[in-house]
């Protein structure tokens, strides 16, 4: 069974254990500075992102330079409408890899601004949550053509991905950049019109009850009905013409609709981009038999939208079937892929009795006694994003520290975003899952052409690898060997193994390859020279690249 | 569960013979189904390729190889009223009350030439509509999932686990389930340039990280370590080391940069354009161009995977369902063009290859606003010198249809299976089956 009592102590190495799983690690000294607090009110703290450690003031500082480019830094412009106006950026501007249109639906762009947000959020934990509610609810920019609109849906994640988990599922149902994904916004159940159930089966399917659990193709239809007519509508100062193809209009935010014919305010469009002046209808009306229930979709209750109270009958009629299914996301993601089928079901009561409150389901399992088991610590296989991300944080100057380096990395993002082969490749294209299932976790993140790729990205990581942009070379990772990775320096090869191991954190590696390592770098006597610093970088891309690192 | 009579019956029932289902098509003698007129079948290679298409997102075949005669046109005329495809001029008859829809460009040629053999209905019994589940299932071909997919336990007993790294590769970045064997697995490589570490480790550096690297993956996956994470971590990177040195790659880890380089003609002239005129080019051409100069550079691959994504047709599919044919239709029919001028020691490259396209699922027969719904049974089919063209199996009885509204499924997948294994990648007829679990008829067209 999965012991789901709380840890009354804990070594800096359980930190360390809980903090790449909830976060993206912490350096040695972190770790042992955090240690000295009991873990019960260190790890409320860092769930809650309350107290001094959190305070988020430096980073949205940072956040709102022009060089990291503030979301969506777009303005409506006041005699055209639907253009916008970019403002124009100021030289000298060391850091701005792009042009002024920087922001205009670019992926890339997008990307590199949460992979930045990743690496220097002190609520580390947010940006955890974010990624796995991005994985869960898989939304790809592909289909969705809309930058702007992806990045909302994963501040949703950021804002909500802690509530109540039938609060969050509603939520992301109305989610513009959803409803374009799955064709709600194209859901026509009005009159003797077939409902569209793409949506409605990947609810249920891949969102709260898992394939074959609890529903049938029934319900799925019943519930798209539920649904029809969920859609948005933008006003005229989130429209945003695409420069580079005038025909392509995209929004900046969406406002949730149920298009049931009651008229429309003059200021907004529909998704489609027309302006509407007449009602328009696409709700399904009268009542659905859902989960063997008769539902009225008519009407409102509850202060709920029209058809919401279907999508909340999941958790009250399938509550069991959804509790394990977020039970085995929540294992996969944050414990073990080992889970005995009484882990699953113990872990599945405790999110009932913690009524889908989220924040109290991580609170409970990231404090438990299950959790910190040793055979749960680097039980699992790390995706390249946070894999990449802790590797920054732990080889990276920190957001307080080199001014001269200002903005600190967010170029760095951009140059690597914009060769998005490497990201892509490596296996997780952020923003733009390949469907809504999702990437699959754990070993099925590595294969011969992933780990070829993440040798790339290490060595981008590790050796210090420059890219030029406009006659500009920035380096990708900046980091300084002998302040930042070594502030005392080690006496021994061995001494820069154990330095770099403790950095980067590594499952175990065998002693016969470290020792070839040492050997093959440093075959003849010690020194703490520039060529002996070169090699401590290739040896943090040996770490980087071997199977104890792609461990966590 | 469709039991073993009821699937018999519903043979019987649209008249197709029982023994090996091979009595309706090839080589255009076909009772039950259209048959063409084309060249008879060239003798099966002694080196054969296979070149898997996965159609991914389930594709509406229905729209592809639509009805055109007989009781199921007025249920599909019914059902389809927006959708349809019923105009003659779209069509290619295909004999057996079917056609062809010419957005499948250039497969209306191959099929003239006799070198399609389709497969109209094949599936599986208690289809649950879910992509993701009929994917692993179609990948595994097993009806108990095993974690393992049919290629994969193909190379586990064809393949040299110590060697043949480079005998199963996808052109995908992923690792399809249907590529997983317990023992030996395929390489995923995307470029025909660089497979290799980053350039600049291998220039001047006076430390031989690429070895020291390798030998510690080595290491790793030799340790005996009871942690299955870090077994299978050591396997991804130790077969990507072991693709990368493999000879076949020439400096720089490039195919392009061997002496002789690679004599891949490439980009056969062949003109696919989208509805609205402009040109088309697709990811899919790019990997077959990629397959074709692995061929041509002489890799010992013997299976390729490949893959098209967006057929989840729920919207907008009088729009993208054509432009998704012609990307479709166009990339076989040029890349089976270029075959024919690469010569290998093994013999022409386009006597050798076979290609079988699939999909995971048909759409629902009724079309919804715009656009259709998950459905069951699909279309599969195979192209290849080597192949009996013809229909094989029972097109689907549209007035016949499950609770859903969706088809019964004619013939089971694990028929095509059992048929490659057996007689085009040389699998005896008991491995064959010890693959599959079970004894699956066979398909005549091979």
């Known amino acids: ?552 | 569960m469709t039991t073993r009579r009821e699937f018999i019956q519903t043979l019987g029932a649209t008249g197709a013979a029982l023994a090996g289902l091979s009595a309706c098509g090839g080589g255009g003698k076909g009772s039950g189904g259209g048959g063409t007129s084309g060249q008879p079948p060239t003798p099966l290679p002694a080196a054969p390729i296979l070149v898997v298409v996965n159609i991914d997102g389930g594709y509406d075949w229905l729209n592809v190889m639509p009805p055109n005669a007989g009781a199921n046109l007025s249920v599909y005329q019914a059902k389809r009223a927006t959708l349809g495809i019923t105009d003659p001029a779209l069509l290619t008859d295909l004999g057996s009350g079917a056609a062809l829809n010419k957005d499948l460009t250039g497969l209306d040629q191959l099929h003239g030439l006799g070198r399609v053999a389709w497969i109209p209905g094949i599936g599986m019994p208690n289809p649950n509509l879910s992509h993701f589940t009929s994917i692993d299932l179609w990948g595994q071909g097993a009806a108990v999932p095993a974690g393992t997919g049919w290629l994969g336990r193909f190379a586990d007993a064809a393949f040299n686990p110590a060697g043949d790294v480079l005998r199963g590769l996808t052109v995908t970045s992923d690792l399809p389930v249907m590529l997983k064997g317990s023992t030996r697995s395929f390489v995923s490589i995307t470029g025909a340039g660089g497979y290799v570490f980053p350039a600049y480790l291998l220039s001047g550096s006076a430390v031989p990280d690429a070895a020291t690297l390798e030998a510690g993956w080595g290491a790793a996956l030799n340790a005996p370590s009871p942690d299955a994470a870090t077994q299978a971590a050591a396997q991804a990177g130790k077969l990507f080391f072991d693709a990368q040195n493999n000879t076949a790659f020439g400096a720089g880890g490039s195919l392009t940069a061997r002496t002789p380089s690679v004599p891949y003609p490439g980009d056969a002239a062949y003109p696919v354009t989208r509805l609205n005129g402009a040109a088309l080019s697709s990811s899919l051409s790019g990997q077959f161009k990629l397959i074709a100069q692995m061929i041509a550079a002489g890799l010992p691959a013997q299976v390729y995977f490949s893959r098209l994504g967006g057929w989840d047709t729920h919207s907008n599919q009088a729009v993208d369902h054509p432009n998704l044919q012609r990307t479709l239709g166009g990339s076989i029919k040029a890349f089976y063009d270029d075959l024919a001028s690469i010569t290998t020691p093994s013999g022409n490259a386009q006597d050798r290859v076979m290609i079988l396209a699939y999909s995971e699922f048909g759409r629902r027969v009724q079309e919804n606003n715009g656009g259709t719904d998950h459905g069951t049974a699909g279309l599969s089919f195979c192209v290849g010198k080597a192949v009996k063209g013809g229909l094989y199996g029972a097109y689907p009885d549209l007035s016949n249809l499950d609770a859903n509204g969706n088809m019964k499924f004619t013939t089971d997948f694990r028929s095509l299976y059992a048929t490659v294994l057996d007689r085009w990648l040389g699998q005896v007829t008991a491995a064959t089956d010890g693959l599959l679990g079970t004894s699956y008829p066979r398909l005549g067209f091979l």
């Open chain 1, 1 to 552: 069974m999965a012991d789901l009592t709380p840890v009354s102590s804990w070594t800096p190495a359980d930190v360390q254990h809980f903090a790449r799983r909830a976060g993206f690690g912490l350096s040695p000294e972190e770790a042992s500075l955090l240690q000295l607090q009991a873990p019960g009110t260190a790890i409320d703290a860092w769930i809650d992102g309350s107290g001094a450690a959190y305070d988020p003031a430096a980073f949205n500082a940072a956040l709102g330079t022009a060089d990291v480019v503030a979301e969506p830094l777009v303005a409506a412009n006041t005699s055209t409408a639907g253009s916008v106006d970019v403002p124009a950026v100021p030289a000298p501007h060391a850091f701005l890899v792009e042009g002024p249109d920087a922001w205009r639906n670019s992926l890339n762009t997008a990307q590199a601004l949460c992979l930045w947000r990743m690496q220097f959020n002190p609520y580390a934990f947010q940006e955890r949550m974010a990624l796995f509610w991005h994985n869960l609810f898989a939304t790809g920019f592909h289909k969705v053509n809309n930058a702007a609109l992806m990045l909302k849906q994963i501040q949703l994640f950021r804002s909500l991905g802690l509530g109540r988990f039938d609060d969050l599922l509603v939520a992301v149902s109305k989610d513009p950049a959803m409803g374009i994904w799955l064709d709600s916004v194209l859901n026509n159940a009005s009159g003797s019109n077939i409902p569209n159930e793409n949506y409605a089966r990947e609810v249920l399917e891949l969102y709260s009850l898992g394939a074959d659990n609890g529903y049938n193709q029934t319900d799925i239809t019943q519930l798209a009905r539920a649904l029809s007519g969920w859609s948005f509508t933008f006003a005229e100062a989130d429209y945003i013409a695409n420069p580079a193809n005038p025909t392509q209009k995209t929004a900046a935010d969406g406002r949730f609709k149920v298009y049931d014919g009651s008229a429309i305010t003059p200021d907004t469009r529909l998704w489609s981009g027309t302006a509407r002046t007449a009602s328009y209808s696409m709700h399904g009306t009268g009542t659905i038999s859902l989960f063997g229930q008769t539902l009225d979709i008519t009407t409102t209750a509850n202060g709920w939208a029209k058809g919401e109270n279907a999508l909340r009958s999941i958790l009250s009629a399938r509550g069991v079937n959804c509790a394990q299914f977020l039970a085995k996301r929540l294992l996969l993601h944050f414990v073990t892929p080992a889970y005995s089928a009484q882990d699953l079901s113990d872990v599945a009561a405790m999110i009932q009795a913690a009524n889908f409150d989220l924040r109290a389901v991580m609170k409970t399992l990231l404090k438990s006694r299950y959790f910190f088991d040793p055979a749960n610590q680097y039980a699992l296989i790390e995706g390249p994003i946070s894999w990449l991300v802790r590797g920054a944080r732990a080889l990276c100057p920190s957001l307080a520290v080199g001014g001269a380096q200002a903005p600190k990395a967010f170029p760095a993002w951009r140059l690597l975003t914009n060769n998005a082969t490497t990201l892509d490749q490596a296996g997780m294209k952020l923003l733009d899952p390949s469907g809504p299932n999702g990437w699959k976790e754990h070993a099925a993140w590595l294969n011969s052409n992933t780990m070829r790729y993440r040798t790339k990205l290490a060595a981008a990581l590790a050796l210090g690898e420059a890219r030029s942009y406009n006659g500009t070379s920035y380096p990708l990772f900046p980091a300084a060997v002998t302040t930042g990775w070594f502030p005392t320096a080690p006496t021994s090869a061995q001494g820069v193994l154990d330095r770099l191991l403790a950095l980067l954190q590594p499952g175990p590696i065998p002693a016969s390859v470290s020792a070839a390592w040492l050997s093959a770098l440093w075959p003849t006597a010690f020194t703490w020279d520039a060529t002996s610093q070169t090699k401590a970088r290739e040896l943090a891309f040996l770490i980087l690249c071997s199977p104890s690192g792609q461990l966590y």
